[in-house]
């Protein structure tokens, strides 16, 4: 039994389902009505899952009528890392005995090993999702797409990556805060696009700096001041900058009592927001390009006019002229002065035109930012 119990808790990959198998193991390996394992976050210590087998509803109360209840826990590590607890309680006949707690050692002992596997496969699963993700990114933003457009492309995707709440952009305002100028969320975005953080607050600090900042409860940490904080709880605010350059603020907040970012999600998405600037600053020195492209165009065009329309128009004029002053039928003078009237009325035209395409717009780059 205790080697089948072993071999059912390694054969899955897959993190959840691992641990799941471990609690059913253990459940049936020691005849206990009731097993729970309880996951521990590693930074804090703080209980963030919670995997149960058999009968769930069973308080100890119910289940001795002395209202007490025989319980029996190991503890489960991963290398020298403290993961959690596995906990059995009212074994079915008789009372846990020395020989089940060697046993559950025993299967704890494997399941660490089974539950380190399970993590790296799901963290190099999760890396791949991120960089996919990065790389989608990067081909929408060189597309050509406009420049709210493409922070909204960065907010979405960060989002379903996370699986967050909400995705937004923040970026600097002129009154040294931030304000929220991007936002997906699979509700209504309208009510967080706008939202300000006040200048002086400790998390802008921090953002404005380049640091990150990650938030176990947006709805009561102090430092958080915004008015939509109080629907969202574990958030991630990771800077956009590349090359010594902030853009603005990646924030991914997800609903209050959600599980909390782990290391790795963290890491993940800082990586996501570096990659991120950088896609963002390419394209807009590609954009910039574009529009140098097309000013160059058009001051060739005005030089064009300028050197062959308009003189051959007034060579033209000159002909006329010359023709008219030697014409003595007076409809033929007459219908010359019409048409010496409507070449120079021409000629001001496109020279009022040349005068307008050598003036460039007020927004014209005068210089492509280099990534």
Do not use: C
Not at 6 to 33: K, Y
Not at 100 to 116: K, N, T
Not at 129 to 137: F, Q
Not at 331 to 345: F, P, S, T, Y
């Amino acid at each position: 039994m205790l080697l089948e119990a072993v071999l059912s808790v390694g054969t899955d990959l897959e993190l959840h389902s691992t641990l799941q198998h471990l609690v059913d193991s253990a459940t049936e390996l020691t005849g206990a009505r009731y097993g729970s394992l309880g996951v521990l976050d590693p930074d804090s210590g703080r209980l963030t899952e919670l995997f149960t087998s058999g009968e769930a509803a069973e308080t100890p109360a119910e289940g001795d009528e002395d209202g007490e209840q025989d319980l029996v826990q190991v503890p489960i590590r991963v290398h020298t890392e403290a993961f959690g607890t596995l906990h059995l309680a009212g074994k079915r006949s008789g009372s846990f005995t020395e020989d089940d707690e060697a046993l559950l050692r025993v299967l704890a002992s494997q399941a660490g090993i089974a539950i380190g596997n399970a993590r790296l496969y799901e963290t190099a699963r999760l890396r791949e999702r991120w960089i996919e993700g990065a790389a989608a990114v990067t081909t929408a933003l060189l597309t050509g797409r406009s420049a709210d457009d493409a922070l909204l492309t960065v907010a979405e995707r960060a989002r379903i990556l996370a699986d967050a709440a909400a995705g937004v952009i923040l970026q600097p305002t002129a009154a040294g805060g931030m304000e929220i100028v991007a936002a997906s969320t699979l509700d209504d975005p309208g009510d967080l696009v706008g939202t300000t953080i006040a200048p002086g607050s400790p998390v802008l600090v921090q953002l404005l700096g380049g640091e990150p900042v990650f938030i176990e409860d947006s709805s009561t940490d102090p430092r958080m001041t915004t008015q939509v904080r109080a629907r969202f709880g574990p958030s991630m605010m990771l800077p956009l900058q590349s090359g010594g350059r902030l853009i603005g603020t990646l924030a991914l907040p997800r609903r209050r009592g959600e599980r909390p970012y782990t290391a790795v999600d963290r890491l993940l998405a800082s990586q996501f927001a570096s990659q991120a600037a950088l896609a963002l600053v390419m394209a807009d020195a590609q954009h910039n390009r574009e529009q140098l492209a097309v000013y160059e165009d058009r001051d060739r065009i005005a030089r064009d006019l300028h050197d062959l329309v308009v003189q051959r128009l007034f060579a033209t004029g000159m002909m006329l002229e010359s023709t008219q002053r030697r014409t003595v039928a007076p409809d033929m003078i007459e219908l010359l002065d019409r048409a010496v009237d409507e070449l120079h009325a021409t000629i001001h035209e496109v020279r009022t035109a040349i005068v307008t395409l050598q003036q460039p717009p007020p927004d014209a780059p005068n210089r492509i930012d280099s990534p």
